[in-house]
């Protein structure tokens, strides 16, 4: 079976596990700020905590924070847990990120931030987003933070420029099933000293060290992972997926989209051997992202479907952690690829505005394209593990559903 995903580890993290390192939390803070050419990075134990975080370090409460309807609901749960309003902003079917002319009317006196998302890897148009944030700035006589939702996109580049200096910071997830990864844990960057300052001591005041327990854990979970991802031993681990709810069970623990809640662990910091794990995926980042990019271009060439699917833009600077495309009847066509031993992923599966949580942050306002995108996309494995003969065969039975 070939995977919907695939953690880019072999052996070299599973030692890096075990080898010691001093201060390994601040020298993958050092790598992932040289990595990605940033002045500050500060490490989490997810994406959302830091994001989290950022709003409570900075004081910011009771605040509109401008945000995409469509898009991992722990953006929406960082806001309403930091004690802040989402306001969410349909996005375009173009490339699946915020309309920019809703993005501008989304913007209120009582916005203090906005968080322009990257999703699968598709760069903003960051220029427009700054323009926008200045204007709005000017009228409304506060300065309105720039927070970049950089989890799916890592490096993507808007017009040559890195995408993750474009605003005052930049968020990143690195659970496992991102780009790359320190088995759990995030990563906030920025370029201000006084963001990164404050929030430094923000966190080193309320976080605290992991516990004994947590940290097995997370050391058998990645050799685990490895395990459950081996090509051999997937078509079981898929199995359970579909006859059990073992593994459901094991990600409820982290993440539910209908209920606005956190882990219970959210505030306890990124462990050494996480972040140990981390330092050896940032060497690897670029042959990641270059090799993603060769395989979205592999399925640009090959990839003739019905017309009645909307294959994803092939954009400059994008990274495509995911490969999207639009189609009619999502459920056959899993099922169809399923059975030809291919998983397709199906990621965001609602649009914030519908879960019953988010319904009263909405108003009167549409999210179309948001409703569409959350019932009709499916993705392609895109992980840098897969060869050409996998390749070959996922063209040949996604071009055989041609019904
Ligand atoms: C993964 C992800 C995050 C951060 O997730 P954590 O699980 O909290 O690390 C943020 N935004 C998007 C779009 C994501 O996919």
């Given amino acids: 079976m070939i995977p919907r995903l695939k953690p880019y580890i072999n052996s070299e993290e599973i030692i890096a596990i075990i080898s010691p390192l001093s201060n390994a939390v ?17 490490a989490f134990p997810y994406g959302r905590s830091a994001l989290w975080a950022f709003f409570k370090a900075m004081g910011i409460e009771n605040a509109e924070i401008v945000q995409p309807a469509y898009t991992c609901s722990v953006v929406g749960h960082a806001t309403v847990l930091s004690g802040n309003i989402p306001r969410f902003v349909d996005i375009t079917l173009d490339d699946y990120n915020m309309d920019l002319d809703l993005f501008k009317r989304a913007i209120t006196k009582e916005t203090r931030a906005v968080i322009p998302t990257h999703l699968f890897g598709y760069p903003m148009d960051i220029d427009s987003v700054n323009e926008i944030v200045k204007e709005a700035e000017k009228l409304h006589g506060h300065r309105i933070y720039i927070i970049q939702d950089c989890a799916h996109s890592f490096e993507a580049e808007w017009q040559g420029r890195s995408v993750i200096n474009a605003g005052d910071g930049a968020i990143f997830g690195l659970g496992i099933s991102k780009q790359i990864t320190s088995i759990f844990g995030g990563m906030f960057t920025s370029n201000d000293e006084e963001i990164a300052s404050k929030l430094r001591t923000w966190r080193d005041n309320h976080f605290i060290g992991k ?57 306890h910091q990124l462990s050494a051997l996480e972040a140990r794990v981390g330092i050896r995926q940032l060497i690897k980042y670029p042959q990641i992202k ?59 599966e609602y649009s914030m505005p519908d879960l019953k949580e988010y319904e009263k942050f909405s108003g009167d306002l549409k999210f179309s394209n948001s409703a569409i ?30 019904d």
Avoid: C
């Fill in 26 to 42: 601040g020298k993958f803070e050092h790598e992932f700020a040289r990595t990605f050419r940033t002045k500050f990075a500060l």
């Fill in 211 to 267: 516990i004994l327990p947590e940290k097995i854990r997370r050391a058998i979970y990645l050799p685990a992972a490895m395990i459950a991802f081996n090509d051999l031993v997937y078509g079981f681990t898929f199995w359970l997926q579909e006859h059990t709810s073992l593994l459901k069970d094991l990600t409820d623990a982290y993440h539910l989209d209908q209920k606005i809640h956190f882990p219970p662990d959210y505030l």
């Fill in 290 to 348: 270059s090799r993603r990019r060769e395989i979205a271009s592999y399925y640009f060439e090959n990839l003739n479907v019905p017309s009645n699917w909307a294959l994803p833009p092939q954009v400059e600077g994008a990274t495509y952690s995911h490969f999207v495309i639009r189609v009619p009847d999502r459920d056959k066509v899993i099922a169809f690829a399923a059975q030809h031993n291919i998983q397709l992923g199906q990621l965001i």
């Fill in 373 to 402: 995108s959350s019932k009709s996309l499916i993705n392609l494995p895109i992980h840098p593990s897969l060869n050409e003969i996998m390749l070959e065969k996922l063209i040949k039975i996604i071009i055989s559903k041609n």
